[in-house]
């Protein structure tokens, strides 16, 4: 079992509806997201395009994150999941250095996005529940939604197929650009996708094994 996700690039129209998703979900602090978008022009005037393309934790299968922290407080899980555990992060930040993607980010003092303070919704941590209180000079990340992967040992519900337990990110694709689901099933609809479309990691000269695949550009399955 190694949780994974493909990136139709053919698909993706960069609307931030996954952006925003993951930012309501873990209602990170001010300045924090856990996913942003990446933009490249490709061709020249008149047939020139724009192609979109979200970016987060790649939940590396040789993550450089992990063998740098000095309390382990970085590790990588069984299913493939690369989390942080904040009652061991000292917030040296040797993981935001070695990470080739830079999706890894510092809690500072600032939480609130409003002078008034801090939302209900804040407050609550999402629907992830996070305490940002006691994760303040921590570093934190994209997490897979591990959250509502939990829910699918308890219902039996399957990640990718039921909402309940799929990330907050590839619930809201409004062009159903995203797939999320175990890249060691060689039948799985990603594997099948990444053989299909050719699906390629983001710098795949770093040696990290990403479990994040894009799907080329140039043609889509409908």
Known sequence: MRWGMTIDL??????????????????????????RM??????????????????????????????VCPTQATYKRDDGLVLVDADLCIGCAYCMTACPYEQRHFVGDTFAHFEQ??????????????DWETKRATVVKCTFCEHRLARAGE????????????????????SFAMEFGDLDDHDSKISRLIRERNGFPL???????????YLPAGRRAD
Do not use: W
């Open 10 to 35: 053919a698909r993706c129209t960069g609307c931030y509806g996954c952006v925003l998703a993951c930012k309501q979900e873990h209602s990170t602090p001010s300045g924090i997201h856990f996913r």
């Open 38 to 67: 990446m933009f490249e022009e490709v061709g020249e005037y008149p047939t020139a395009r724009r192609i979109h393309a979200p970016v987060q934790c790649n939940h590396c299968a040789e993550p450089p994150c992990v063998p």
């Open 117 to 130: 303070g801090l939302t209900p919704h804040e407050l609550t941590g999402g629907e992830a529940g996070h």
């Open 155 to 174: 219902t039996g519900m399957t990640p990718g197929v039921d909402r309940e337990v799929t990330p907050a990110c590839v619930n809201t694709c409004p």
């Open 203 to 213: 710098l795949p000269e770093a040696g990290t094994r990403p479990s994040i695949f």
